[in-house]
């Protein structure tokens, strides 16, 4: 079966930076589309970012030029750099292995 684990969460100041990671098991990494989804307090989980298995990615207009989402094949690995953060970037981060693998979640709070 299938899992993806996240890690790299944590409090940081506005303008701050992390990157989480997104771990995954299993021989399918490599053929399948990934994705950063988050869900903030009292709203719907959204997409952040996307990456295909061929390196396309795709981000949400609020990310753009601050966020870069990648992928090391090697590793079965799958990552969210996060530059510049807001407090608006604040929410639980989950992670998503195409078609319907997600992760537990890990919380992002950006915070003076």
């Known amino acids: 079966q299938v899992q993806v684990v996240e890690s790299g969460g944590g409090l940081v100041q506005p303008g701050g930076s992390l990157r989480l990671s997104c771990a995954a098991s299993g021989s399918i990494f490599s053929i399948c589309a990934m994705g950063w989804y988050r869900q903030a307090p009292g709203k719907q989980r959204e997409l952040v970012a996307s990456?295909?298995?061929?390196?396309?990615?795709n981000y949400a207009d609020s990310v753009k030029g601050r966020f870069t989402i990648s992928r090391d094949h090697a590793k079965n690995t799958m990552y969210l750099q996060m530059n510049s953060l807001k407090p608006e970037d604040t929410g639980v981060y989950y992670c998503?292995?195409?078609?319907?693998?997600w992760g537990q979640g890990t919380q992002v709070t950006v915070s003076s």
């Open positions: 998503k292995l195409q078609p319907r693998t």
């Open positions: 990456i295909t298995s061929s390196g396309t990615t």
